[in-house]
């Protein structure tokens, strides 16, 4: 779980103030000739029985204000490499090959709550071309009401996340670190799960 609150005293009491998740950049694969899929399965793609190759995740939370209250219709895009760390992007010429049962690209919405979910693939690493790697990442684009806010997630043990400049660039980039688990409630096979809450300056 990524913890993105601090406390701050407001007069004798001490209130609970959210720090707003460290922006990133949206990266050269933002899709540009892709419609993403309304929906909140990117391992599998739409009308399809066929399943994306690698590691099943299932990553959820909420999206917050930095008051703490919940943004409900919050819009999010979601974009990432596949297994093998390939975009489906033309400007993307990685060698590593295209899962054709791999689309990399949704569009998701808040519920009342402001809470949201998707199932997907852990991404891979790959190399940029400035001849360093980037670690595995997801990136999302988050609309509230007032707000937006472009922003990566990563995933904690990856050795490039000590090297690589985005992220390392980030006020505290632990922030937007997950920890991959075994989920409380099994899902299927051998599928894990991760929890990110995303504080927007206002929703």
């Known amino acids: 779980m990524n913890h993105q609150w601090s ?5 004798p009491a001490e209130a609970r103030a959210f720090a707003i998740t460290p922006p990133q950049i949206v990266g050269p694969f933002y899709p540009i000739t892709e419609c993403p899929d309304l929906a909140s399965d990117l391992a599998r793609p739409s009308g399809s029985t066929a399943e994306a190759q690698g590691q099943l995740i299932y990553v959820s939370g909420r999206v917050l204000a930095s008051s703490g209250a919940p943004v409900p219709q919050a819009r999010i895009d979601i974009w990432q490499a596949n297994a093998a760390g390939k975009y489906r992007h033309p400007s993307d010429t990685n060698r590593a090959p295209l899962d054709p049962n791999f689309k990399g690209f949704a569009r998701l919405t808040t519920d009342t709550s402001g809470r949201y979910s998707f199932r997907t693939i852990k991404p891979g690493a790959y190399p940029t071309p400035e001849g360093d790697i980037r670690p595995p990442h997801i990136h999302m684009s988050v609309e509230g009401r007032f707000d937006r806010l472009v922003t990566q ?8 996340n000590l ?5 390392n660039a980030a006020p505290h980039p632990e922030r937007l670190i997950i920890t991959l688990q075994e989920p409380a409630s099994r899902l299927e096979g ?9 504080i927007l300056a206002s929703g």
Do not use: N, P, S, V
Request: proline share 0%; net charge negative.
């Open 7 to 11: 406390k701050a005293r407001t007069g």
């Open 163 to 167: 090297t690589d400049r985005w992220l």
């Open 190 to 198: 051998c599928a894990l799960a991760a929890h990110f809450d995303i």
């Open 153 to 160: 997630l990563y995933f904690a043990g990856e050795a490039e």
